[in-house]
Nanobody
């Protein structure tokens, strides 16, 4: 069973940076694509970034050029470096395992990111 633990969120001023981490267990980590998602208050969860098992990345237009996703297969961990943060980036951030566009794990507790203006 997939187990996901996100961390690294916090309160930051607009223009600031945060680095999120997600430790994944229960799967052969290196064989899977991983995604970062976020859910703002009263909004649907949306995809933010993804990284393939080969290290190819893809980003939502809203974060392109500001966020960078990476993975460390030796640590079963993915990261999301978030720079030039904006108040509209405020949300709970989650990671999950993807097969194509399908999320295959249960959602973890997420990590709250709050960007003040």
């Amino acid at each position: 069973q997939v187990h996901l633990v996100e961390s690294g969120g916090g309160l930051v001023q607009a223009g600031g940076s945060l680095r999120l981490s997600c430790v994944v267990s229960g799967i052969t980590f290196s064989a899977y694509d991983i995604g970062w998602y976020r859910q703002a208050l009263s909004k649907q969860r949306e995809s933010v970034a993804s990284i393939s098992r080969n290290g190819d990345t893809d980003y939502a237009d809203s974060v392109k050029g500001r966020f960078t996703m990476s993975r460390d297969n030796a640590k079963n961990t993915v990261y999301l470096q978030m720079d030039s943060l904006k108040p509209e980036d405020t949300a709970v951030y989650y990671c999950n395992v993807r097969v194509g566009l399908i999320v295959v794990g249960s959602w973890g507790q997420g990590t709250q990111v709050t960007v003040s203006s």
